[in-house]
């Protein structure tokens, strides 16, 4: 029996979609901004309601058509329409946009908002160049000196990479095999988050967060606030200068993406030199498919390195296998966590056990 292909109409729906993306983009992070879902997460509320607590001045009709418009997107529920309308949180919004939940990730959208969307708008300039399009063109000098100078904008950057990683690190701490792990240490541990889910769920392994002297006192106000001062220990480290601890695992979250490649293989041989026998490092990012056509997120995230950094870049799973072959680890392994991330596992001188 003869079949014959369906025939695809031509149609410019998805180049219109993604070509105006930003309307959605800055729609959703408009609302983190007013912080609509944290109010609404205490129950629906009228239109007029919601505009007069956030003493907006736009037209009655234009702030329907915001509040419609997540709707639309699925942010929002709606029962009645205009005027009679009740609008509350849909699922998602209401666990991660919530701000009074541990489950919150909008600080990484208020960092899109403040800083990254406007530097995306230099994304032709940097592809010219090949240089940072953030702060730094604006002479400000270099990004992490920057941030790191400034208590309030540092405290901004660690919250903007606590949303982006917390699902990532819960995933892990809750799935990966910690058999053998009696002591990690997270380098670059920023607010701890992953000390504090590892020593959540995993209550023999002892936990170090590892990063600069700047970052030490908002790490540890973290830890205090979750009842864990007895199982994690915060350290001073420079990355660049220091060795690393000593420790069966070794975890670097959202490190090595920010780097050239003599910089990560670096890390990577610091993390062996470091490691016991049969010790393990890991690596969590947005790890692009080897073929490079599935992780768009991936691929958009080496490009923010760009605009940030200049040099660093996001890398595939042989990319990884790779650096770590040439450092001396022997085996590698991944495993899936949430939305594009991954966690890449190297294992020092192990052989293939069915760990994970």
Request: net charge negative; hydrophobic share 40%.
């Amino acid at each position: 029996m003869e079949t014959t292909e369906k025939q695809v109409a031509p149609s410019p729906e998805k180049i219109l979609q993604i070509g105006t993306g930003f309307f959605a983009t800055k729609t959703l992070l408009a609302a983190v901004e007013f912080e609509i879902f944290t109010k609404l997460a205490q129950g629906g509320m009228s239109a007029s309601q919601l505009k007069s607590d956030l003493g907006l001045n736009c037209s009655d009709r234009h702030f329907f058509d915001f509040l419609d418009t997540l709707t639309s997107l699925g942010f929002l529920n709606r029962d009645g329409l205009l005027d009679s309308a009740i609008y509350s949180n849909s699922m998602d919004p209401d666990i991660f946009l919530d701000k009074n939940k541990p489950s919150y990730i909008g600080g990484i959208l208020t960092m899109a908002n403040h800083r990254l969307y406007k530097y995306w708008g230099n994304l032709e300039d940097g592809l010219r160049t090949g240089e940072p399009q953030n702060e730094t063109k604006e002479g400000k000098g270099d990004l992490f000196k920057e941030l790191y100078a400034d208590e309030a904008r540092l405290e901004e950057f660690i919250g903007a990479m606590t949303g982006v990683q917390v699902g990532n690190f819960m995933a892990f701490a809750k799935t990966f095999n910690f058999t053998g792990v009696n002591s990690m240490v997270d380098i670059g541990g920023s607010g701890a988050t992953m000390c504090m889910m590892v020593a959540q769920n995993q209550p023999t392994v002892k936990c170090i967060s590892a990063d600069l002297p700047q970052v030490k006192p908002i790490a540890q106000r973290n830890i205090d606030r979750a009842g864990l001062t007895d199982r994690i220990e915060t350290i001073n480290l420079d990355f660049f200068e220091d060795d690393f601890p000593t420790v069966d695992l070794i975890v670097l979250g959202n490190v090595l993406h920010d780097w050239d490649e003599d910089t990560k293989k670096m890390l990577i041989k610091k993390a062996y030199d470091a490691l016991p026998e049969g010790g393990r490092l890991v690596a969590i990012e947005n790890v692009i498919d080897n073929d490079r056509r599935q992780n768009t997120f991936g691929m958009m995230m080496s490009l923010n390195m760009l605009i940030e950094l200049g040099t660093g870049f996001d890398y595939t799973f042989n990319d990884f296998n790779g650096w770590i072959t040439e450092a001396g680890f022997t085996k590698m392994d991944s495993m899936p966590l949430t939305g594009p991330a991954s966690a890449v596992i190297a294992y020092k001188h192990i052989e293939d056990n069915g760990q994970n």
